[in-house]
Protein backbone atom coordinates (compact mmCIF):
# COMPACT_ATOMS: atom_id res chain seq x y z
CA UNK A 1 0.00 0.00 0.00
CA UNK A 2 1.59 3.11 -1.08
CA UNK A 3 0.31 6.47 -1.74
CA UNK A 4 -0.83 9.52 -0.54
CA UNK A 5 -2.71 8.17 2.38
CA UNK A 6 0.24 5.74 3.43
CA UNK A 7 2.58 8.94 3.20
CA UNK A 8 -0.41 11.26 5.71
CA UNK A 9 -0.37 7.95 8.59
CA UNK A 10 3.60 7.91 8.28
CA UNK A 11 3.46 11.68 8.88
CA UNK A 12 1.09 11.41 11.46
CA UNK A 13 2.95 8.64 13.31
CA UNK A 14 6.09 10.83 13.39
CA UNK A 15 4.23 14.06 14.24
CA UNK A 16 2.75 11.81 17.49
CA UNK A 17 6.24 10.55 18.36
CA UNK A 18 7.68 13.53 20.35
CA UNK A 19 4.29 14.29 22.21
CA UNK A 20 4.54 10.43 22.96
CA UNK A 21 7.70 10.83 24.51
CA UNK A 22 7.18 13.73 25.77
CA UNK A 23 4.33 12.67 27.59
CA UNK A 24 6.65 9.86 29.09
CA UNK A 25 5.78 6.51 26.26
CA UNK A 26 8.02 4.37 25.42
CA UNK A 27 8.38 3.28 21.40
CA UNK A 28 8.26 4.17 18.13
CA UNK A 29 5.83 4.10 15.28
CA UNK A 30 2.20 1.89 16.05
CA UNK A 31 3.59 0.74 18.79
CA UNK A 32 4.47 2.48 22.39
CA UNK A 33 4.35 1.36 26.15
CA UNK A 34 4.09 3.76 29.27
CA UNK A 35 6.25 2.20 32.13
CA UNK A 36 4.60 1.72 35.35
CA UNK A 37 5.62 -0.26 38.32
CA UNK A 38 2.13 -1.55 38.62
CA UNK A 39 0.50 -2.08 35.06
CA UNK A 40 1.27 -3.09 31.55
CA UNK A 41 0.50 -0.06 29.35
CA UNK A 42 0.37 0.09 26.28
CA UNK A 43 -0.86 2.13 22.95
CA UNK A 44 -0.90 0.39 19.56
CA UNK A 45 -2.65 1.64 16.08
CA UNK A 46 -3.60 -0.35 14.07
CA UNK A 47 -4.58 0.11 10.27
CA UNK A 48 -7.74 -1.47 9.23
CA UNK A 49 -7.13 -4.46 6.56
CA UNK A 50 -9.76 -2.83 4.28
CA UNK A 51 -7.04 0.43 3.45
CA UNK A 52 -6.24 1.62 0.90
CA UNK A 53 -3.86 3.73 -0.48
CA UNK A 54 -6.60 6.59 -1.25
CA UNK A 55 -8.19 5.81 2.48
CA UNK A 56 -6.44 4.33 5.58
CA UNK A 57 -9.13 3.34 8.50
CA UNK A 58 -6.89 2.91 12.20
CA UNK A 59 -7.90 2.90 15.47
CA UNK A 60 -5.87 3.34 18.86
CA UNK A 61 -5.67 0.64 21.13
CA UNK A 62 -5.14 1.35 24.54
CA UNK A 63 -4.68 -1.48 26.64
CA UNK A 64 -4.22 -1.60 30.34
CA UNK A 65 -3.47 -4.58 32.23
CA UNK A 66 -1.96 -4.99 35.71
CA UNK A 67 1.12 -7.17 36.32
CA UNK A 68 -0.45 -9.00 39.22
CA UNK A 69 -3.14 -10.19 36.92
CA UNK A 70 -0.52 -10.78 33.72
CA UNK A 71 1.34 -12.67 35.97
CA UNK A 72 -1.26 -15.14 37.95
CA UNK A 73 -2.68 -16.23 34.09
Same mark, same amino acid.
Given at each position: ?? *? ?5 ? /????? +? ?7 ? *? ?5 ? /????? +??DNWVLWIWQK ?26
Open positions: MT *GQAEAAF /KALMA +DLSPVMRAA *GWVGSGQ /KWQKP +DPSRYSTSESIEFTGNLHVVTKDWYDSQ
